[in-house]
């Protein structure tokens, strides 16, 4: 029977080693899900910190993109609006070139003091209306920069 009792010890001392060490077993599959637990957090942090510098990015790209936009869209409309009164410039002293040409046709019925009062008269109509074709040059300039700017 000694022989089944130190079998019997041998396999309580084995089963009492391989307890203790399972313990420990334990002890260490804590630290190491704790650890990875911690490890995993880090990993979460620093990945919702670079969506939001990515969001960041994004967000400013959009901003830059729209001013440029912007930009373009305000050259675009000065432009057009300079083109635009040039031309209405351009119509106006067509017209006041055709009634000064009629003006003075008409003039030519006349004589003497009358002719020059009549043909002086046409040409101050015609002076005025350059003056005015000058000023409405200014006021597009002046707008169309405002734009650009």
Same mark, same amino acid.
């Given at each position: 029977?000694? =022989?089944?009792?130190?079998?019997?010890?041998?396999?309580?001392?084995?089963?009492? =080693?391989?307890?203790?060490?399972?313990? &420990?077993?334990? /002890?260490?599959?804590?630290?190491? *899900?704790? *650890?990875?637990?911690? @490890? #995993? $957090?880090?990993?979460?942090?620093?990945?919702?910190?670079? +969506? *939001?510098?990515?969001? =960041?990015? *994004?967000?400013? +790209?959009?901003?830059? +993109? &729209?001013?440029?936009?912007?930009?373009? %869209?305000?050259?675009?409309?000065?432009?057009?609006?300079? @083109?635009?009164?040039?031309?209405?410039?351009? %119509?106006?002293? +067509?017209?006041? @070139? $055709?009634?000064?040409? %009629?003006?003075?046709?008409?003039?030519?019925?006349?004589? #003497?003091?009358?002719?020059?009062?009549?043909? $002086?008269?046409?040409?101050?109509?015609?002076?005025?209306?350059?003056?005015?074709?000058?000023?409405?040059?200014?006021?597009?300039?002046? &707008? /169309?920069?405002?734009? @650009?700017?």
């Amino acid at each position: 029977m000694n =022989i089944w009792k130190c079998a019997a010890l041998g396999a309580l001392g084995v089963l009492a =080693i391989s307890g203790c060490s399972r313990h &420990e077993s334990v /002890a260490d599959a804590q630290r190491q *899900a704790d *650890a990875a637990a911690v @490890k #995993g $957090s880090e990993r979460v942090m620093d990945a919702k910190r670079d +969506a *939001a510098n990515a969001e =960041i990015k *994004a967000g400013e +790209a959009v901003a830059m +993109a &729209e001013d440029k936009a912007v930009n373009q %869209v305000d050259r675009a409309q000065a432009d057009a609006l300079q @083109k635009t009164g040039n031309a209405e410039v351009k %119509v106006s002293l +067509a017209q006041a @070139k $055709s009634d000064y040409d %009629v003006a003075v046709a008409k003039c030519r019925a006349l004589t #003497g003091a009358d002719f020059n009062n009549c043909k $002086s008269l046409a040409q101050a109509d015609l002076d005025a209306a350059k003056a005015q074709a000058d000023v409405t040059r200014q006021d597009v300039k002046s &707008e /169309a920069k405002e734009l @650009k700017n």
